[in-house]
């Protein structure tokens, strides 16, 4: 079973991986989105109990240092109305400052203060209403153990159809 840390830390970058889907507000288009995510965590696998990694390997899973993924989203009406940045999930202790939202990008920092401690930096291009790029930071702690990541992210329109996407 995964550590405490690794299981909030996780639940940190899916939470900042969605960021972008809904920060894309009143610059996207309604309908499917596609996005790519490209995330490092150096040292990701050292952080796993070695009896958890033992497990995972027998299981034939792998703890790579990075990783690319691609999710789809469908963008509501309401979430493309909306024209503020969107709270940070799985971050309750952490607060975002230093927001700057207009018409080509946003940008802000973020600290947080209890489990997870430390830093951390996001800024996002709107180029057009059909896609979007971006990359967050992040360099501290969770559960006393150091954490360090960066993410890059891309997010283009596919179709005013969501078909079965959510």
Not at 100 to 106: I, Q
Request: glycine share 10%; aromatic share 6%.
């Amino acid at each position: 079973m995964l550590s405490r840390s690794a299981i909030l830390t996780t639940g940190l970058v899916v939470g900042v991986a969605a960021l972008p889907l809904v920060a894309l507000a009143a610059h996207g288009k309604v309908g499917l989105w596609e996005v790519t995510t490209h995330m490092s965590m150096p040292g990701m696998a050292a952080q796993i109990p070695p009896e958890a990694m033992a497990r995972m390997k027998a299981m034939g899973m792998q703890m790579p240092d990075a990783q690319t993924f691609t999710s789809q989203h469908c963008m509501t009406a309401e979430e493309v109305a909306a024209d503020r940045p969107p709270p940070m999930r799985n971050a309750q202790d952490c607060t975002m400052t230093n927001m700057s939202h207009d018409a080509h990008g946003f940008s802000a920092d973020m600290a947080c203060k209890g489990h997870m401690e430390g830093q951390g930096h996001i800024t996002m291009a709107y180029d057009g209403d059909t896609h979007y790029s971006g990359s967050y930071s992040f360099s501290g702690t969770a559960g006393g153990r150091p954490q360090n990541m960066t993410t890059s992210f891309e997010g283009k329109w596919i179709s005013p159809d969501c078909g079965v996407a959510k």
